[in-house]
């Protein structure tokens, strides 16, 4: 349940363009969003990228910072505003977070911000589920 497996992060190359070429994607700052529904069977509801801008952060400490922040704050959220939601309505997605902050915010913060941002991923994964029935 609290786990972060490899087969839940995002590696093929195929879907990763496919994802930045149609997929849909929102603003919640520090974080960029982008997501995809995914129609091939999958183990986990959803596979998700970190990523973090090597232009805004030189040094690699930092952006291994930022993306363990990241994963952290998703791994301890996902079940209960992202996995459940899909899980009943029997989809998967392929997601894409990005961290554009301008600086390094501390855990805390961010850890905020991802609630916010699931929440909105969530209502957004509602809304097109409800359009399309």
Known sequence: MYTFKKEERLCNKRLIDKLFHSGSSFLCYPFKASWLYHTEPQQYPAQVLF????????HAVD????????????RLHKQQHLYNLLLNANQTIVLSIGYIGKEIVPYSMMEKKMLKMLAQLAEQLSGVSKVKV
Do not use: A, I, P
């Open 51 to 58: 990523s973090v801008s090597k232009k805004r952060y030189k």
């Open 63 to 74: 952006r291994n910072l930022v993306k363990r922040c990241m994963r952290e704050s998703y």
